[in-house]
């Protein structure tokens, strides 16, 4: 009877092992980034009403966690992608520092979803059909759907902001919906395409921000790429890269956009434009070109933005690697009074803001990454007062209008 009562103990210990072996098997990552920066800051300036008149406010030394990533990613077998992530951005950040962003300074800073989704691999054998769904951003524009830990330049151009806010509303870009993507790789391996469609939710903006309001109309954007050479990629991806390290002779040129209908806000609202990344061995060249539309009735807005970017991989004798980056970022808004008033009108963005990034990484390993970069940046707020232009040269958050100054930068990244 022992011998039965052991057998039948292991039995039920090693069927479910057995079982196991036979079925999708999970796996789990666990991810954290930290972004660190220190930054500089000369000739911010500071409009006070009293007066009307922009006054400069002292240069400053500010230190801030940048951005953070923490969270879980993994598979479920061969056919299934997850990602759960949080963040925790702008600890620390002086708002009359020179550098775009919000701020996150209580005594409890907050962390916020970056991404909730799942992916499904639908053909088993080809890379033409996944399916994603939950929480991220709409998979359009290189810039926006590249991580910002992967764009070379010390910053993520804030061309991607402008466009995340005309399409979604927030800058995260964050949104719910459902995206089919695919990927096609030619005979020859030296021409291939991606695609991807997405339906998400519209802005919420009506009952406290839980309804698109009394009218609705669903989100639907697109993103369609030729890769010739070199691929950019092996297999289905829904992020991008800037950098491959010297192993990519190949060019990738792509069109996306975006369009909702009509809505409480709008009866159109749409975007649409062109982006390219080029790697020649060593040689890193990316570009984007993209126009923002909104009309309602009478009134219209068109405004552009977008930028251009070189970077140069140049590994070391003792395994390190350097990567020099010149940036160069615009958005150019109506400047007109006319134009600047239906922009108004319209919750848009006008007058020009534009920057001059020169950016030095310096790669410790895989894991570390530290980047030194100057900043230089301009901006025109056309016909109106400054006061009435939003833009990101103009606006920040808590303070009201300014005049961005220029900064030095200094950035560690980590990541496991």
């Not at 980034?33 to 008149?53: A, E, R, V």
């Not at 009134?299 to 552009?304: E, P, R």
């Not at 003792?318 to 919750?347: H, I, M, T, W």
């Amino acid at each position: 009877m022992k011998y039965l009562f052991l057998s039948l103990i292991l039995f039920f210990f090693i069927a479910p092992l057995q079982a196991q072996d036979t079925s999708p098997k999970l796996v789990i990552k666990p991810t954290l980034i930290l972004q660190l920066w220190g930054t500089y800051t000369d000739g911010q300036k500071l409009y006070t009403p009293d007066n009307q008149q922009f006054e400069s406010v002292d240069n400053r030394l500010n230190f801030s966690l940048h951005r953070t990533r923490a969270g879980i990613k993994g598979t479920y077998g061969d056919r299934w992608v997850y990602d759960f992530t949080a963040s925790l951005d702008f600890i620390g950040q002086d708002v009359l520092s020179g550098n775009v962003g919000g701020f996150n300074n209580t005594a409890s800073p907050r962390f916020r979803i970056w991404n909730a989704l799942v992916q499904h691999k639908l053909s088993e054998k080809s890379e033409a059909l996944y399916w994603t769904i939950g929480f991220f951003t709409p998979l359009m524009s290189r810039e926006s759907i590249t991580s910002p830990f992967k764009v070379g330049s010390f910053e993520k151009a804030w061309s991607q902001n402008y466009i995340r806010r005309h399409v979604t509303g927030t800058g995260p870009g964050r949104i719910l919906g459902n995206n089919i993507g695919g990927f096609f790789k030619g005979e020859n391996g030296k021409l291939a395409f991606d695609y991807n469609l997405g339906v998400w939710n519209p802005r919420l903006i009506g009952f406290n921000g839980n309804s698109a309001g009394r009218k609705f109309s669903p989100l639907l954007t697109y993103r369609l790429a030729v890769h010739i050479g070199d691929a950019e990629f092996k297999k289905y991806s829904r992020g991008l890269s800037f950098n491959h390290k010297g192993q990519r002779n190949g060019a990738t040129l792509a069109i996306s956009g975006s369009r909702q209908g009509e809505s409480d806000l709008w009866e159109e609202n749409t975007a649409f434009g062109a982006d390219l990344l080029a790697n020649f061995g060593p040689l890193n060249l990316s570009g984007e070109w993209m126009q923002l539309k909104r009309e309602n009735g009478t009134l219209s807005s068109t405004a552009t933005t977008g930028f251009i970017k070189a970077g140069y991989y140049l590994p070391l004798d003792n395994g390190k690697e350097l990567e020099p980056v010149l940036a160069y970022v615009f958005f150019d808004g109506p400047l007109d009074a006319r134009g600047q008033a239906d922009a108004a009108s319209l919750g848009t963005f006008a007058g020009t803001d534009n920057y001059f990034e020169i950016t030095l990484n310096y790669y410790v390993s895989s894991k570390v990454r530290l980047s030194l970069a100057y900043t230089l940046r301009n901006g025109d707020e056309g016909d109106t007062a400054p006061t009435a232009v939003n833009n990101n040269y103009f606006q920040q958050g808590s303070v009201g209008t300014v005049q961005r100054g220029n900064y030095l930068g200094f950035g560690l990244l980590f990541s496991i």
